[in-house]
């Protein structure tokens, strides 16, 4: 957590036997933890941050609804009017998010439309301090070595692209799924450990990563700047990077990154692996390990 200033959590609803949203939230206000990015616009869960005061939210839609969202600018309408209007006045929106992880895939398309669409209907809801975006993967990188030349893939440049340069038009974020994890799982013969850890010392004491004038002692760090690289290679010059799910960067000195943790509890059914395993806390709220959130 040490390369992030600003940190929430990812609440999934993958289980079977997750405690109630009442109780997670409480969980959450425990921690001294005031946002929260969901996936989806579950009632209950919305119902329970609005009751608890305080919180703020990242909203997604579900991916199953891009179509719609992207084609029926009446749908959107009623997706915010059902989703936003009715907690607004007891929880901040940080951001409405279109579908997660969609660039590239063959929803792709859809994705700016839906965008488009979602942000004219808050705003004819006079909801003009919301920001809309979408959330991508490192999947969305093509060449991310050294993170100065990160650049986006043949693949998803022609869906980011317009995305890109509708934020930065709109001054809103683009959200990033940034993980570590799974880049050094991917090709642990050249990719350090402790580098991917973020343990690296400056100035010696393990492995660092030089680009031009610029020094990474984690992983974490540099993925996120391929990002930032990334989005400048498409007009993006202004965008700033949100981390919408992990387990000041040398590119953008001073300033903060806002991360959301991955995730809240250990989901059992999300696909077979060792995400299901991701969780701070157990369903019955023991804790997995230590985090310091503060």
């Known amino acids: 957590v040490g390369g992030a200033t600003s940190i929430g959590i990812n ?8 405690p109630s949203p009442d109780r997670c939230v409480s969980l959450l ?49 009623q997706w915010v009017s059902a989703h936003v209007v009715p907690f607004r006045a007891r929880l901040k929106f940080r951001y409405i998010t279109a579908g997660n992880e969609v660039i590239p895939g063959p929803l792709a398309h859809l994705v700016l439309d839906a965008m488009k669409n979602l942000d004219s209907a808050l705003k004819s809801a ?12 490192f999947a ?4 991310s ?4 030349a990160g650049e986006f893939s043949d693949e998803s440049k022609p869906y980011v692209a317009p995305v890109v340069e509708f934020l930065a038009a709109n001054g809103y974020p683009l959200l990033a799924n940034v993980y570590p994890y799974f880049a050094y799982k991917s090709d642990p013969t050249n990719i350090d450990r402790e580098y991917a850890l973020g343990n690296s010392a400056a100035g010696g ?4 990563v030089v680009d031009g004038n610029l020094e990474y002692l984690g992983l974490f760090d540099a993925m996120v700047d391929t990002m930032y690289a990334a989005a400048e290679k498409v007009k993006g010059e202004a965008v700033k990077v949100v981390v919408s799910e992990t387990g000041g960067t040398p590119r ?10 991955f995730a809240l509890f ?14 701070l806390y157990r369903p019955d709220l023991t804790e997995v390990y230590k985090v310091d959130l503060n």
Do not use: C, H
């Open 205 to 208: 004491g393990g492995k660092r």
């Open 252 to 261: 953008r000195l001073g300033s903060e990154i806002e991360t959301y943790l």
């Open 266 to 279: 250990n989901e059992d059914l999300k696909a077979q692996g060792e995400e299901q395993n991701f969780g």
């Open 140 to 143: 969305s990188i093509g060449k």
């Open 29 to 77: 206000k425990s921690r001294n933890v005031n946002r929260v990015r969901i996936f989806d616009p579950n009632q209950d869960v919305l119902t329970a941050l609005a009751n608890a005061g305080g919180m703020e939210v990242v909203l997604g839609t579900l991916n199953s609804d891009l179509e719609q969202l992207a084609s029926n600018p009446s749908y959107a309408a």
């Open 145 to 148: 070595f050294p993170p100065s």
């Open 126 to 137: 006079q909801i003009t301090d919301v920001p809309v975006s979408t959330a991508i993967s």
């Open 11 to 18: 609440y999934g609803l993958l289980g079977d036997n997750l």
